[in-house]
């Protein structure tokens, strides 16, 4: 529905003047079209909306913006306590982990199932004449235990818990492996209390010497015990539970 | 020929001079501008159907943007004022449509 159709005056017969003076205010509005127009878009593209935004509008833009900035304050919350919890937790985990392998370090080596070292001492037992005996190595296992001895190997075998000496005089078998002499073991410990240990009267190298057989002990500072034990798993016996 | 001059004009001058619009008239100027678009629409459209007359057009150009103004004046005091303002850019750009659709026809036959 176009305006001017609806009023359809042809000039005709109009002065000159008029003519002009119309011309040059259709000129005039143009020109402040124009204007308006540029500065319409100028101003909309120089302010980001919110200058020319009306008031209810502007009130619902900062509803929103508040109820956004809630939700994003409680998702920080959230975020940062689970964080707290992941870290405290992390500790816990890490510090358990490093007690827990620092244990099983400390049991595999009194079991005899990792290669052990550190200061200790070398006994050489010689038995020329076939004259020692399963119990005076067993007393020489019992007597270095007893000194503090953390691991023990003589020949091949590592000595456990459930090490066994067995055979005769000149044939010693040690959890099922004979040996022969020298017998050759290497202990970890305190290597003067080590020493000593064996020294005492009616200990270790009185007996062997009394068996005719000679022992030989250097100190050192450091000794590998390289023989290992296979665990077995217990059959019968089962942690009990707990109480305390 | 001279309103396209002026148009020009007014565009190059509005870019240089870029004056800031005072706060009062930020919401009509938008709707005074379609407004007047409107009307030019209707000018040339006027002049191609050989039915143009000069008074006619100052005085719609003047009306229009005038009208424009004014509903969108009293729909911001009635706390209309958005939804008034949709309504008259609208209703305007239906009748730009027209107008333009009508120009085309002139000046392409099709």
Redesign the interface.
């Known amino acids: ?5 609806l ?5 005709v017969t109009a002065p000159r003047t008029s ?1 002009r003076r ?2 040059l ?16 878009v ?3 593209s120089a302010d980001s909306g919110l ?2 935004a ?1 008031q ?2 502007l009130v619902r833009i900062l509803d929103d913006l508040s109820a956004r900035e809630d939700r994003l304050r409680q998702d920080i919350a959230g975020q940062e306590e689970i964080r707290d919890r992941l870290a405290t937790g992390g500790n816990q985990a890490d510090t358990a982990l490093a007690e827990a392998r620092l244990r099983q370090q400390q049991l595999a080596i009194l079991a005899g199932t990792v290669v052990a070292q550190g200061p200790g001492i070398e006994l050489t037992v010689s038995d020329p004449g076939d004259g020692v005996g399963p119990e005076v190595l067993l007393d020489a296992i019992q007597e270095l235990r007893a000194a503090g001895a953390e691991a023990i190997q003589i020949g091949d075998v590592r000595i456990g818990v459930s090490t066994a000496v067995t055979g005769n005089p000149g044939s010693l078998v040690i959890d099922g492996t004979s040996l022969s002499a020298p017998y050759r073991i290497v202990v970890i410990g305190d290597p003067p209390t080590l020493e000593t240990a064996l020294n005492i009267p009616g200990g270790v190298v009185n007996t062997v010497s009394r068996a005719g057989g000679q022992t030989r002990i250097e100190q050192r500072e450091q000794v590998t015990v390289s023989a290992l034990r296979v665990l077995e798993p217990p059959e019968y016996a089962q942690p009990a539970p707990e109480n305390d | 020929m ?14 240089i001079l ?2 800031t ?1 005072p706060l009062w008239l ?2 009509y ?2 709707i ?2 379609v407004a ?2 409107d ?5 040339v ?2 002049r191609l ?10 005085v ?3 009306s ?1 943007v005038l009208v424009a103004a004014l509903i969108v004046f009293l729909g ?1 005091q009635l ?1 209309v ?2 939804q008034l303002s949709t309504a008259v850019v609208v209703v305007l750009g239906i ?1 730009i449509f ?2 333009a659709a ?1 120009i085309r026809r002139h000046v392409f036959r099709a």
């Open positions: 529905m176009p305006d001017q159709p009023d359809p005056e042809p000039e003519r119309a011309s205010l259709i000129g005039v509005l143009c020109l402040l079209l124009g204007f308006a127009l540029a500065v319409q100028r101003t909309t200058g020319s009306r209810e509008d | 001279i309103p396209a001059l002026a148009l020009a004009l007014g565009i190059v001058l509005g870019l870029d004056p619009v930020q919401p100027l938008p005074a501008v007047a678009l009307s030019v629409f209707g000018g459209r006027a159907d050989g039915i143009f007359d000069a008074k006619v057009f100052v719609s150009f003047v229009n911001d706390g004022g958005a009748r027209g107008n009508a």
